[in-house]
């Protein structure tokens, strides 16, 4: 018997391999008696484990797959293409995100000295 937990709950996704997503975003959560699933409407992706946790990275880890798949792809469809869209705005690799705030703390350093 399937058991709807939450409704449509904010979460933070968390990314594997140094990304990261720019915000948190709305779930539809879904509990059966085994099995968690995770539902994202914003990027049309789903995530299951065993556990909420579990389910959590198994969408992240989608999420990061998909953008990758439909890089690849020249001729995709509207859907897809809006889809790919709001994956590049949202996904950052972490590395960027620390070299942009060592830059701003240089700045700010340089400013402090005058």
Known sequence: MIK???????????L???NKLKSSYPLEITQSED?????C????EYGYGKTFDEA???????????????RRHDNLGDNLQVILQRLNENITKKWRI???????????NRVEAI
Do not use: C, M
Not at 4 to 14: D, E, L, R, W
Not at 41 to 44: H, I, K, L, S, V
């Open 56 to 70: 959590l990275n198994d969408l992240g880890q989608s999420l990061v797959d998909l953008k990758k798949s439909l």
């Open 35 to 39: 099995n968690w699933v995770i539902w």
């Open 41 to 44: 409407p914003y990027f049309e």
């Open 4 to 14: 709807f937990i939450s409704g449509t709950q904010t979460y933070y996704i968390p």
């Open 98 to 108: 620390t070299r942009y705030i060592a830059k701003k703390e240089r700045q700010i």
């Open 16 to 18: 594997p391999q140094g």
